[in-house]
């Protein structure tokens, strides 16, 4: 449905997007994930034919739509964008919003397709408000149904989140998600916020500074990062120190782990390496002989999320997620064990 090969995006002479490719499919929902001026709303303006490529190639339905001669018009590319600020019209109705794209409908068409629409997103009654009459979410469904309205082939959806408060985030989020597979509507959303990029979509890309650096699901970002950024920016952990021992094994504060037979090809004897330790990969253990301090701690309902220092080298920290009935106070002492589902390691 789309695909990015090997993409630059510059304004003036600055390149803010360097090399980057990636494909979604039909029906697919893709996400950019990154900080602040990464280049990720870069990347969706090329792609809605705002901004010009200036290398690589962007294709839609196997058509090129942009390279470095061609550029077809936004008009011409069959893509609807939703924005942050849902830029509804003041002036006209929900209705009328939504079926303000529909001009070569009857008006029959027309009423069938708003009201269609507006039960969809889950506000059948509002078809006669003004938009100021509504919140934030229902004007953010609202700016999701006109986008729908013209069946476009792939859907863009710019930080939609962003002036929602938290909660409904994440709700509206899975809820435009089940409206878009309703739909069959293939989409690209862009956001900085990871929980939105997991309710949301199938594929997620991370970026750090115009480069992509990963594209893949949400399991594999956390559990298989390609590297130290990927690792941090995704869920929480921390990297603690190994060495290569017997040439199959990594040895650790906290025990010796196998290598898998590709990080054996990839590190030799004494190599020293960073292990990825997840807050679920540290298991509380009163049997265990590894001891650790507790430096912080946050109820998170179910559990709690302990800062630890171990105990013979407090430089050397990791997170515990612990059943909430394992109530610990600062400085206390606990007994800890790694539980390693995958090694994940990076060179130090
Ligand atoms: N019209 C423009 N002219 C010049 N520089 C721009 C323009 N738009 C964006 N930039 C710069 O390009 C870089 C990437 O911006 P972009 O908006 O694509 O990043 P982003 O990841 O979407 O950031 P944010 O999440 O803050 O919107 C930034 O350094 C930004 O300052």
Redesign the pocket.
């Known amino acids: 449905m789309l695909s990015l090969h090997n993409i630059n995006?510059a304004?003036?002479t600055?390149t803010?997007?360097n090399g980057v490719s990636f494909s979604i499919s039909a029906g697919e929902i893709g996400c950019l994930l990154?900080?602040?001026?990464?280049?990720?709303?870069?990347?969706?303006?090329a792609i809605a034919g705002f901004e010009p490529v200036t290398q690589g190639n962007i294709q839609l339905r196997g058509a090129e739509v942009a390279s470095e001669q061609i550029h077809i018009a936004p008009d011409k590319r069959k893509v609807a964008v939703v924005f942050q600020d849902f830029a509804l019209f003041p002036h006209l109705n929900v209705a009328q919003n939504i079926g303000f794209g529909l001009l070569n409908s009857t008006s029959q068409e027309r009423v069938r397709r708003v009201d269609e629409l507006l039960t969809l997103v889950g506000l059948p009654d509002i078809s006669a408000r003004y938009t100021h009459s509504l919140s934030g979410g229902q004007q953010q469904r609202v700016a999701l149904a006109r986008a729908l309205a013209v069946k476009p082939d792939l859907l863009l959806l710019d930080?939609p989140f962003s002036s929602l408060d938290a909660e409904l985030r994440e709700d509206l989020a899975q809820d435009i998600r089940r409206i878009l597979k309703h739909e069959g509507t293939s989409a690209l959303l862009?956001t900085?916020d990871q929980h939105e990029a997991f309710a949301m979509a199938d594929t997620i890309g991370v970026?750090q500074d115009?480069q992509l650096l990963q594209w893949a699901t949400a399991y594999q970002l956390y559990h298989r990062p390609v590297d130290k950024f990927v690792a941090s920016f995704i869920g929480q952990g921390t990297l603690l120190h190994a060495k290569v021992v017997d040439g199959r094994h990594i040895s650790t504060k906290l025990g010796v782990f196998a290598l898998t037979d590709e990080q054996t090809r990839l590190f030799s004897e004494s190599h020293t390496l960073d292990v990825l330790v997840r807050p679920d990969d540290i298991i509380h253990d009163d049997s265990s002989p590894n001891v650790a301090m507790v430096l912080s701690r946050a109820f998170k309902g179910a559990h709690i999320l302990y800062e630890l220092a171990l105990n013979d080298d407090p430089s050397a920290k990791v997170l515990c997620l612990a059943p909430s009935h394992h109530d610990h106070a600062l400085g206390e002492h606990i007994g800890i064990r790694l539980d390693l589902k995958h090694l994940v390691v990076f060179n130090a």
Do not use: A, N
């Open positions: 995006v304004y003036d600055k803010v997007v990154g900080p602040s001026g990464c280049g990720k709303t870069s990347i969706l303006r930080e862009v900085h970026m115009g």
